[in-house]
């Protein structure tokens, strides 16, 4: 218990005290995993409009029936699969933040260049330093959880306004 507690006392140190190379790294981190989620959704949302060509024989009878053409029963569709297709992108930032393996491979850990959290935390492992990586998993974990909750406010925001 005392390894987690002095790791969130050294993540709010590392933090607050203004260590510019953790922002670096927390900056750098929020970039790679926001443009790769950024070019991933669109391949979700392709991989749903080709859903929509397997929407059952009965939900399209019922939108004929309500007078929607062809390019309303898409827009219809993907109006109801966008918050499931926004838990799929929070999924997708999750797993892409976390990724260690691919990181190293691909990026390296270059001090300012490629150094994220993930590869920061493997680097202070290596080297002994359990407290420091201990602190920067506390912070890769509250980066995701504020990411995760920002999205699913907007998520329950459209669940509230249907």
């Known amino acids: ?5 002095d790791a969130l006392r050294h993540a709010g140190r ?11 790294i927390l900056w750098l981190s929020l970039q790679v995993s926001g ?10 949302t392709g ?8 929407v059952p024989e009965k939900f399209r009878l019922q939108l004929l029936g309500l007078g929607a053409s062809r390019p309303q029963m898409i827009w219809v569709v993907l109006r109801e699969a966008r918050l499931p297709m926004l838990a799929a992108v929070m999924a997708g930032f999750g ?10 491979m691909v990026g390296g850990n270059i ?5 994220t959290l993930t590869t920061a935390m493997v680097l202070e492992t290596g080297k002994g330093n359990f407290d420091i990586a201990m602190a920067l998993a506390v912070l890769l974990l509250a ?20």
Do not use: Y
């Open 1 to 5: 218990m005392d390894l987690i507690a």
């Open 14 to 24: 590392l933090l607050l005290g203004g260590d510019g190379e953790i922002w670096s």
């Open 35 to 44: 443009t790769a989620t950024v070019i991933a959704s669109p391949i979700v």
């Open 47 to 54: 991989i749903t409009l080709a859903a929509v060509q397997n």
């Open 95 to 104: 797993g892409i933040i976390s990724e260690i393996g691919a990181s190293m």
């Open 111 to 115: 001090k300012g260049h490629t150094r």
């Open 143 to 162: 980066l995701v959880f504020l990411v995760n909750w920002a999205l699913t406010s907007i998520q329950q925001r459209g669940q509230r306004l249907r």
